[in-house]
């Protein structure tokens, strides 16, 4: 048993012999919104399903919600943890009490469309050639009352060369390792992925917060082979407590996540990719100083210029660093510039 897990007699198991899918969601303190999440899943025509669920050390009352679902199917597996430990160990937590054929990631604020499990399961089962499946989402944002189509504004998945095999299914054949680094275009929760994927690229990073960048780029470097539908396949919901409401924290957690990828360039003997790495750093960091440059945070401002020093000396980072001091007008018309110009790149910020 990993360190930090729970005893076996803890966790509540499902019935039944092991599940076609295994669907991993690690959750903390979503008790009030799990109810129609769960039910995205239990519900989708495709039924050979498991739903782990792990409650990273919950306060709530998530406890009390999943066992009063699991009354209501049998199918759900309750994994509590003894304390909050983050996404990475949650979902790595997870994959232990996963038997499926196939894994499916889910987030506990995200709602799956009808039919899509099924969608993705009978690909996967046609096309041995794919490894990992993944799809646009509707991106709803409850702080600003908007909505849209991943897709539509990630200009670096039409960068990657990919050939269509069926209709709105494209296969990647290059170019993943490099693009993600820009802007990560997968919604992890849009992922089916068969299990195989796991014991050649391994899992999430236990430690980090923001794991999936992580994750996604390593198995494209390992060789991964990666399908995506172009079609909306979830429902991604942002809320006032999610991830990536929380101001600059996701990206400091990304520039964890990166200095683990650079030591993976190195493990793999892949040190072409380091400049790769070192650009996303660069944009990380140009991020987080238009984030405290807008809220007025002028100390945080300063700090993060000078730790983007560790880079190298930037031009582009010395003028976002200028207006970020300056407040919002002065980010405004740097932000306008850029975008004439093309190059105002933002990298995504991770969330649970």
């Known amino acids: ?12 198991e499902s019935q039944g012999s092991s599940p076609t899918v295994s669907v991993v969601m690690p959750t903390y303190n979503r008790g009030h919104l799990l109810p129609p999440v769960v039910e995205s899943i239990l519900s989708q025509d495709f039924q050979d399903l498991e739903l782990v669920i792990v409650d990273d050390g919950s306060t709530d ?29 949650a979902r790595d937590a ?26 993705q399961v009978e690909i996967l089962e046609r096309h041995p050639e794919i490894d990992i499946l993944f799809g646009d989402f509707w991106n ?4 600003h009352g908007t909505k849209h189509r991943a897709f539509e504004r990630s200009p670096t998945l039409r960068q990657v060369v990919a050939r269509p095999i069926e209709d709105g299914l494209f296969l990647i054949q290059r170019g993943m390792d490099i693009e993600i680094l820009k802007s990560n275009f997968i919604a992890t929760p849009t992922m089916v992925l068969r299990r195989q994927v796991f014991d050649r690229v391994g899992g999430f990073v236990p430690y980090l917060k923001s794991p999936d960048l992580d994750f996604c780029w390593r198995a494209a470097v390992l060789g991964a082979r990666y399908a995506y539908l172009d079609r909306p396949l979830i429902e991604r919901h942002v809320y006032s407590d999610s991830l990536t409401a929380q101001g ?37 960091y140009r991020a987080l100083l238009r984030i405290y440059g807008g809220n007025r945070q002028r100390a945080q401002v300063t ?50």
């Not at 998530?62 to 304390?83: F, G, H, K, S």
């Not at 730790?307 to 740097?334: D, E, M, Y």
Request: charge should be positive; proline fraction near 6%; aromatic fraction near 6%.
């Open 248 to 284: 600059g924290q996701p990206y400091l957690d990304q520039l964890e996540a990166l200095d683990v990828m650079g030591q993976t360039c190195w493990r793999l003997g892949r040190q072409d990719l380091l400049p790769h790495i070192h650009a996303a750093k660069v944009q990380t």
């Open 94 to 119: 997870g994959l232990r009490y996963a038997p499926g054929k196939y894994i499916a990631l889910a987030d506990s604020d995200d709602i799956w469309l009808p039919g899509r499990l099924r969608e």
């Open 303 to 352: 700090c993060t210029f000078i730790k983007s020093l560790r880079c190298g000396v930037s031009v582009r980072t010395l003028v976002w660093f200028l207006a970020a001091l300056l407040g919002p007008w002065a980010l405004a018309s740097v932000e306008t510039v850029a975008k004439m110009r093309g190059n105002l790149t933002t990298p995504s910020a991770p969330r649970e």
């Open 61 to 89: 009352d998530t406890a009390a919600v999943v066992r009063q679902i699991q009354t209501r199917d049998p199918r759900v597996r309750y994994v509590p943890l003894p304390e909050n430990r983050g996404v990475g160990f």
């Open 140 to 143: 709803i944002d409850h702080l």
């Open 1 to 12: 048993m990993a360190r930090g897990l729970q005893s076996e007699e803890q966790v509540t």
